[in-house]
Each structure stands twice: as C-alpha cells, then as structure tokens.
C-alpha cells in the first residue's frame, strides 16, 4: 500500500521489510533489500576522500541505490547530461570520481542511517547552456520533495499502487523524479527495464498488469506507427510525457485507443514541474502545478515556484498568453536553445563545435521543420574545407564534419541537412538571420512536403527529460525506431 514518505526520512524510518521497490527483471527488490544496499555504498562512500562523484549508471536501482547512499555518505551527487566523451572530458573538473560500481573498500555499511537535513543534500544535475558549456543545476532534496508532494497531490489517487514503467531514462531531472524519486518516496515499485522496443513495453505491461507509463512526445508519437493501442493491455492507469509538446493527433490517438489522452508534464530542469495538461480537443492550455504562480514578463513566461530556491521569481524563454482562469498556452521559444527529440541542444554550441574544425571558417545552425525536427547546418568552409569537399563530395565532408560533433553531441543532435555556401547570407547589417539561414533549405524536398502536413508539433516547452532518436537504450538492430534513426543519420544531405 503506498504512503508517502520523505525522502530526508525515508532511510531512517523504513518500511516493511518485503515492502516491494522494484521490479527487477522477473524479481521483486523487497525494501530490506535495497535497504542494505543503500547502507553498504554509503559506508563504502564514506570511506573514500572524493568528494564529488560522478553518477553515470544505465541501470535504474543501481543508479538510485549510489545517489542515496552518496547523500548519506555526505557527499555531493553529480549527474550529467549524457556520457559522451566530449561531455564528460568538458565535466572533468566538476567530479572526483565515478561512481559506475560499488567503491572497492572493507568499510563497514552506514546502519542504521540517519536523516538527512534536506535544504543540505545537494544533486547537481547538468544540461546544455546557452553558452555551449554544461550548465551547472543545483537542487536540493527539499526541492525535489517540494516537487512530489505536488504530483502526489494531483495524481497519487488515479495511480493507486500502480507499478511505474517507463521507456524515458531515468537520468534527467523527468526520469530522476517520476521514475525513481516519486515512485520510492510515495512506496510504489518503479520497473528496473527501459522499454526500448514496443515489444518489451508489451511484455512489462502484461506481466505486471497495474502500471502507469513514463514516456516522451517522440516516443509516444511514434507508438501507434509501431503496434495497435489497444494491444498494450492492461492499459496503463495513467500516461505521462515531458520534454516537450505531444502533437494533437497524438494525443487524440491515445484518447481514441485507450480512453484518455497522456498527461503532459511542462517543466525544465532548472526550475522543476511547471504545469500540465491533458489535451481534449481543441483546448491545449496548461494548468500551473499547486503552488506554482505564472505570469508575463514582456511576454515571456515568470513564475515563483516552491520548486526553486526560497520561491525566487523566475523567468522563462517561453513566448507565453495568459488565460483569465489561471491557465496558459506557450508561444515559442525566445532563445537558441532548441528541442530535438526531448533533448536540449544549444545552437551556438554545435557551431562553435564546428568552427573549431580546420575545415570550417563559419558555422550556423537552424532548426529545420519536417516530420521530425530536424538540424541544419551551414558552412563556409577554409581553403582546407574547400579542397577536402572538392576531393571527397557533399556526403563524404558531412559525413567527417559529423564525426566530429559526435565527441560532444549524442546521434540525434547532429545535423542532417548540410549547406557548403561560399558564405553565410548575412543581412546589409551583417546580421545572420534565421530566416535567411533556412531559406538555405529551402528547396529540400523531404522539409517541403513535411512543412505541408503539419506533422510535427512545435517544441517550446523545456524539459529535461530526455529521450534517443528510438526509444532509449535500444540496440539499434534490435527496435525498429533505432534502425530508421540510423538510416536517416547515416546519409546526411
């Protein structure tokens, strides 16, 4: 039975001690299980003299037990945006060590353990900045425990003692708190597999009958392309999204296949939950989350928040119309920070990226509109540039320029549309608009008959959750989404 409990308190209080917290492949992790786990690496912890440490596990219980444990061993939890070698050697200096096995030492566990001051037990989560440097997150328990006593409020009924499953990671700021932190806080058993095929969501559904999903827009849009609705059976007691806007028809197929539309999370990872909604018709708005105040600052979205530090006023870089009952509608985005496929990508980053490529003398990007979004890149390349795309062709040079963002940047960021113009189109001012960048693209035949259907929905909500160009962690001979990605990456134009 689930009873919401404090994370600060969690471990020194307890539960049953075959209180089930994960569902581990076909096992039941029971709580006196990952009781002692936490407790080992805590005093395994304990006992290093590192003090920051890296969290980069894939699977979800282990990835839970090291941030516990670290907490309670009093050291500071680093999570970051994705374990790309550019990325990690880009947060060399902001981490000790890397806590991907349990810490080699004869230490004794930390039992019992004590509580935890919450306003003092620190995550730093990092995410794409404007500037193209990993951006530093700090949140504190409190913070999250803000945040669950929210979601508890509004859904912890409609889920009961569902079991949560998920085909989102659990190693952004949506997964972390709605796969992993909600689910042990409230005493619901969260699920240890990703869904990265619809096969294996198919298989975790049946066996284990009362769930609720924890998804994405990708993901979710392109479930129904991939197998019937309404052969996930059980259905799933809820369905959540984040990390950007679920296209209507999306939303109106699940209502139609499974009698309700997913609930839409819109959030990032610096301020938290922001508002939700649920898509019926035409009505799109969202609803602010308790405690969660909006407003307009020159037409960008404000907000105080109990999810940030002492409710300070925040502003967004979200276009935002107010509506007279509370609720709102988004507008667009209102910097350079883009969503592609829920994964935040700083435009200036990848550019500079590029323009550090001796090929390259000026890079700009743009986010391209099609049935996916998509990112285009143009060039005016150097001498070097020049004569190494005359050698080799378009393909051969995109395909060596996307070599080498893939040190920084995960598949589903790289560009896929590749302009070699002898320069950027810049304006009488010598101003490079985005409007004369994409006209660079505009004859492409695949963006002009995607522009005409209105496939793709707009992405100006900011996440941070995050998903991959299938659904994540998938092997990319094994799920059909990964294959198409890969087809698609591979033969860039």
């Not at 969690?10 to 029971?30: E, N």
């Not at 941030?67 to 050697?89: F, M």
């Not at 799109?284 to 907000?303: E, H, I, K, N």
């Not at 799920?479 to 890969?486: D, G, R, T, V, Y």
Request: glycine share 8%.
């Amino acid at each position: 039975m689930t009873r919401l409990m404090p994370l600060h308190r969690l471990l020194a209080d307890g539960r049953d001690a075959l209180h089930p917290v994960c569902h581990d492949d076909v096992r039941i992790v029971p709580w006196h299980e990952f009781a002692e786990r936490v407790g080992a690496h805590a005093g395994a912890f304990a006992a290093r003299p590192e003090t920051r440490w890296l969290l980069v596990s894939a699977h979800p219980l282990d990835f839970l037990v090291q941030l516990l444990a670290l907490l309670h061993a009093g050291k500071q939890a680093v999570i970051p945006p994705n374990t790309q070698p550019g990325t990690l050697a880009q947060l060399a200096g902001a981490y000790d060590a890397v806590a991907d096995a349990p810490p080699a030492t004869a230490s004794a566990p930390l039992t019992p353990l004590s509580p935890l001051v919450a306003a003092d037990a620190t995550v730093d989560l990092y995410t794409s900045g404007s500037t193209g440097e990993p951006k530093r997150v700090r949140k504190t328990l409190a913070q999250f425990e803000a945040e669950i006593g929210a979601l508890e409020a509004l859904w912890g009924a409609a889920l009961g003692d569902a079991a949560i499953v998920a085909t989102a990671p659990h190693q952004h700021i949506y997964g972390l708190l709605f796969r992993l932190l909600w689910p042990l806080a409230a005493g619901r058993a969260f699920d240890a597999t990703t869904c990265a095929h619809p096969d294996t969501l198919g298989e975790r559904l049946a066996l284990l009958r009362d769930t609720a999903l924890i998804s994405s827009p990708a993901q979710l849009a392109r479930l129904p392309e991939l197998v019937p609705l309404a052969t996930l059976q059980p259905a799933p007691r809820l369905v959540f999204s984040s990390g950007g806007p679920l296209p209507a028809t999306s939303a109106a197929e699940f209502a139609h296949q499974l009698g309700q539309a997913p609930t839409e999370v819109f959030g990032s990872t610096e301020t938290g939950g922001i508002a939700w909604r649920r898509q019926a018709g035409d009505d799109d708005a969202w609803t602010p989350l308790p405690g969660v105040a909006v407003g307009a600052d020159d037409g960008a979205l404000a907000l105080r928040s109990p999810f940030l530090p002492a409710n300070a006023p925040w502003r967004m870089d979200d276009a935002v119309d107010l509506l007279a009952d509370g609720r709102f509608h988004l507008r667009g985005r209102l910097d350079r920070i883009v969503k592609i496929e829920e994964k935040r990508l700083s435009l200036p980053d990848l550019e500079a990226r590029l323009g550090a490529h001796p090929w390259v003398a000026a890079a700009a990007a743009v986010a391209l509109v099609g049935r996916r979004q998509t990112i285009g890149a143009a060039l005016a390349l150097t001498a070097e540039g020049r004569a190494q795309l005359a050698a080799r062709g378009r393909r051969a040079a995109a395909l060596e320029l996307r070599r080498h963002l893939a040190e920084h940047f995960e598949a589903v960021l790289l560009p896929r549309r590749w302009r070699f113009p002898e320069q950027l189109p810049l304006d009488e001012r010598g101003k490079l608009t985005q409007a004369a960048l994409a006209a660079l693209f505009a004859g492409d035949a695949e963006l002009s008959a995607d522009a005409a259907t209105g496939a793709l929905a707009d992405t100006s909500a900011t996440a941070a959750a995050a998903a991959s160009a299938g659904f994540p962690s998938a092997p990319a001979a094994e799920s059909p989404l990964a294959a198409k990605a890969q087809e698609d990456e591979s033969a860039p134009a």
